[in-house]
């Protein structure tokens, strides 16, 4: 269970010498216990008290990386259940199952679509990030071979070897010794000789059951056996057992500090609907899970995952923001209206609709002001005639239109005379003020 | 350390829905869990998917979303019959697009014409939509609701600028209600205590916290949706106690990912399959979020997500 704030500041050097960062030892010791502070930061605990402090303090869901290098991903350290209460932190990896009884060509196609799966998307460079490999042929020395093509072909990619076989466990395993691979199959049948190779080869250890409690019991035992680093698999494959289990691991680990199952969940989302195994896949990146192992990716479900994972993962405390710059709508003309709003990520996509609703082919200005929507940023001194009119000129937006006409957000009217001073020769046109008026603002202009 | 789980006990409940006429009533929300929970509670009715029609052909829709209607489009009868006898579909919900000022124009007296045509010929539930201009919604839903007086339909939306002639309307004809405020927990609460203090009934209204596409704005509409499900169920807050739209069609099929072409965008892949994709994503994600029912338009996104909820429940 974890420990409160006193009882951690017990344990604490009580000097409030503020090396931690913190005016005292009795404030460090509150943010231990809501996990806002590590550790770490104090310089003169103990050793002992690390000890004890050591296991209360470390986060419900353990920390676990996933291959080296730097195409390797933190899966765990999850603090919440719902992202409105704090940023869900180490993204749901994507992974691309792939058998080892395919033909050498078929399994090279497959490595080389997961090499070739980046996408751009508002800033963000998104792939699918690791290879499941899929111990299908019964056969050891076929498991060992793939494993060594697939380290030929994409050394760097993260890997997931999925086999119940020591055997073959350790044919893969000692390929990829030092590469931080998962070995997932260590099951009641199994444990001790797949706890003996992943501890050999120093990879993760995936560990599989049928239902939570024997879930719990293995990870335990596994535990026992000297391996930390673990992934979990509680056997849920349709929708609602995704659901439910995830549910109650993550609470489990959040809420009581359980740690037999403080660890991050892999999810096998296979169905012959490529559609339908983008559904339950996106259930997975919503509910929790850390590793969704995926039977196709082509480019449409890419980007629809990608996107879903990026939305739950935002940061929800933080506005999202879009880029600054003159974004072009439709195909506007140097005769086109220019509009001015600022980078709240929402503020830019409802004007940006509405705009496009309007069917008028238009520039739209979009300055920087930190995220905050019109009014906000405007209160907060960002969205000022001064700021604005800088922004114009620099941006070069004067230079894509042939008119000297700025049309602003109808909450900001009361800079229109302001701006006009500081815009030499504009004039300055005010909008509505919501954005749902901006079609039927731009047709009277029309007319 | 043996495992218990931790199961929640919810002090509040969903208000239960019902839309349309015996023998074809559909019940929607009345669960006293978080979607999909009931390992630890009930949640006696599925979510409700309505297919979307409109009372003007879809030119503004891409070629591939018109094409599974391009033979009965034309005609809001005809796609409404195709919907229910060839689409199997639950329930409508009908569109009055084409009176927006900056489209058709319809007057009022067209879209219940509209609607009156259409109800005679379907007897699924209805739902009954303005164009969202507040001005005119007033006066067209008010004609509508009349036009369909008694066939407890969904009347929607009423928004801060005109709740009172539309709530009015739904109240006099024996209509459920849609409430929608702009994305934030506090306006959304605030228009249903509005609606309840002139006398509507808070069991009859639907929230609409403001749909949102995957990719833009998706994570704002699903935590306020979170956020009002954990207020109903955990704080027993009565008025957050309403089943959960989302508008789901309406906002997918106009953003870049639905439109541009594969030509345009090679890295996207196919196009068709990246919009229905895209629109069956976003309906997966409200209702896991607390979304008990959905407004949707493609035929393969509708039959996904109904697959995904027989999964869940």
Known sequence: MALTGVEIFKLLPKTNCKKCGFPTCLAFAMKLAQRQASLDACPDVSEEAKQKLGEASAPPVRPVTLGIGEKAVKMGEETVLFRHDKKFVNPCVFALAIRDTLGDDEIKNRVDTVLHSEIDRVGQKLKVDALALIHESNDPVRFGSVAGMVAGMAPEVPVIFCTSDPQAAEAAGKIYSDKKPVIYGANSGNLEAMAAVAKTNKTILGVAAKGLEELAALTEKTKSLGIEDMVIDSGARTAKEILEHNTLIRRAAIKKNYKPLGYPIITFAYRDDSLAEALIAGIGVAKYSSIVVLNSIEQWKNLVLFTLRQNIYTDPQVPMQVEQKVYKIGEPTAESPLLITTNFSLTYFIVSGEVENSRVPTYLAVMDCEGLSVLTAWAAGKFTASKIAQFIKESGADSLVSHRELIIPGYVAILSGALEDKLDGWKVTVGPREANGIPAFMKTRMS | ?313
């Open chain 2, 1 to 313: 350390m043996t495992f218990t789980p931790s199961k929640e006990t919810y002090t509040g409940k969903v208000y239960p829905v019902s839309v349309g006429t015996a023998p074809h009533e559909v019940v929607f929300g009345g669960e006293n869990i978080l979607p999909f929970h009931t390992f630890e509670g009930s949640s006696p009715n599925r979510p409700l998917i309505a297919h979307e029609i409109q009372d003007v052909p879809p030119y503004d829709w891409p070629e591939y979303l018109q094409k599974p209607f391009q033979d009965v489009s034309n005609d809001p009868v005809s796609w409404a019959k195709f919907c229910q006898e060839t689409l199997g579909a639950g329930a409508i919900a009908l569109r009055l697009i084409g009176t927006h000022p900056d489209r058709e124009n319809r007057s009022p007296e067209d879209a219940a014409k509209t609607v009156k045509e259409v109800l005679s010929s379907i007897t699924i539930p209805c739902i009954i939509l303005g164009s969202n201009h507040t001005e005119k919604d007033s006066a067209v839903l008010i004609a509508a609701a009349e036009a369909a007086k008694d066939r407890n339909c969904i009347l929607g939306k009423a928004q801060e600028a005109n709740y009172k002639t539309i709530a009015a309307a739904a109240m006099a004809n024996n209509h459920k209600l849609i409430a929608m405020s702009e994305l934030d927990i506090n306006l959304s609460k605030q228009l249903n205590i509005l609606l309840t203090q002139m006398g509507f009934d808070k069991e009859r209204i639907i929230t609409d916290p403001m749909s949102s596409a995957l990719g833009y704005g998706l994570e704002y509409t699903y935590s306020v949706m979170e956020r009002i499900r954990l207020a109903a169920l955990t704080q027993n807050d009565a008025t957050m106690q309403q089943p959960i739209l989302a508008d789901v069609g309406l906002y997918v099929w106009k953003v870049k990912e639905t439109q541009a072409s594969e030509n345009d965008v090679p890295q996207w892949g196919s196009l068709e399959e990246r919009g229905i994709a895209w629109e069956a994503m976003t309906a997966t994600a409200f209702l896991l979020s607390g979304a008990g029912f959905l407004i949707m338009r493609h035929p393969k996104a509708i039959e996904a997500v109904g697959k995904i909820i027989d999964e869940l429940i």
